[in-house]
């Protein structure tokens, strides 16, 4: 039980850190990695019932998004519950350096429901689970690379400011789990002008970073 | 010179990866580059971003934050059912991450576990093995490759799609030397020679939409013989 005081204190200085940030959103979002970490540390179902009530409506509206074959509305609150009982079981997993908890919480959802979609579509066995796509190596990805606390608000910024066909194009492929060929088919345009447009919005919001285009040969 | 991967997928593939909307196989060999690659992983966690800000915005914008009794009262119910579930027995644990041990990225480990209790190799030319890997979808041929130290491969050219990652070793064509962790895509048009480093044999996986398509006369009368085994 000794090393459990000394994470707390950890969690204290995380959390003076984020009151220093500057901007209401990132306090926002900061409160609820707190209470993430709190679930994860300490099992706490006080934070975990605040979490829910926060999250519950983000996931389920996520799900009633969803414009996958095969999704019904029946679905909505099995994803919410699904989702739920995945973060109780791997918040111990989450760690703020990397990501908000809001964003933790997307991946998560993401995959529960690909997940779902799978197993209704499927009735051979599936070697993988979507999880473990996104499996992270032991080798520490360098913090650097993930600039996490500043980036998140700015990247809100940035994407607020996105013309609208930007927009419109990157909320199909996250929120509806279009494909870009689906999207070039539903709205009618060449698949390279939606890849194009993805890839200005990217510029525009800075998440490529230059010096990846000099140093890396792109598969294009 | 460092160890990291020089080529990697095309930043819409990795919006589509991120946003979880791309191929079972395509998906598998991104998976496969990002386990050797740094960069890509912090590309892929900016725009996991993207993800959970139209999360949090469409919640905002489709429905805003329940304020009716009926609303609150059915979270409520959702709150308990879940917590129920927790409660039950075993759940409760943290969620135990085991990946079948191997020498390749997990998921690729998992993916042979899945399918053989060892690999399964059949000879594809001289200096060319093969094994299929079952991945539960029809789209995709998904194998290893492997060819040994120096292996001088056929010239083909690509009649659909094939992504790519080397997961051992090196190989070079006439473009490049690709090494571990490098993710390539040939489309049709793409005619290459692959060569294995002398130093070593080289294993890749490899995803195919559709057979290669052999450049030498001898070649050219066994083409209608390949095909894919989509699985």
Known sequence: ?220 | MNNKPSHCPSADMLVEFAAGTLDTAESICVSAHLHFCPHCRGTLHRLEQIGSHFMEKNCEAVSPRPTQTSVLENQETLLESVMAKIDAAGIDEPAQTTSPKGQFPPLVNKLIAATYEKLNWRRLSKSVDVAGLKTGQNKFEVALHRICAGGKTPKHDHRGLEYTVVLKGSFSDEKSVYKEGDFLLRQPGDTHQPMGAQNGECICLSAQSAPIKLQSFFGSMLNSWLRIRPS
């Open chain 1, 1 to 220: 039980m000794m090393h459990i005081p000394l994470k707390q204190v950890k969690l204290s200085t995380q959390m003076s850190e984020a009151i220093s940030e500057v901007g209401s959103s990132t306090r926002r979002s900061d409160q609820w990695s707190q209470l993430l970490t709190d679930v994860g540390i300490n099992r706490s179902k006080e934070s975990f019932a605040k979490l829910f009530k926060h999250y519950a409506p983000l996931i389920k509206s996520f799900a009633q998004s969803s414009k996958h074959e095969g999704w019904f509305p029946g679905l909505n609150e099995d994803l919410v519950q699904e989702v739920m009982i995945k973060v109780w079981q791997k918040a111990s997993g989450f760690n703020p350096e990397k990501a908000s908890a809001t964003t933790w919480i997307y991946t998560v959802a993401r995959n529960c429901r690909i997940d779902m979609l799978r197993r209704k579509s499927n009735t051979q066995h599936l070697p993988l689970e979507n999880e473990d796509y996104w499996h992270e190596p032991d080798e520490e990805t360098p913090a650097s690379l993930f600039q996490q606390k500043r980036s998140e608000s700015k990247l809100q910024v940035s994407l607020s400011k996105l013309p609208k066909e930007q927009n419109e194009i990157l909320r199909k492929v996250y929120l509806e789990g279009k494909s870009h060929a689906e999207t070039s088919a539903e709205l009618g345009l060449p698949l390279g002008t939606v890849k194009s447009r993805v890839r200005l919005a990217l510029q525009k919001m800075q998440i490529l970073v230059p010096s990846e285009y000099q140093e890396n040969d792109y598969n294009e």
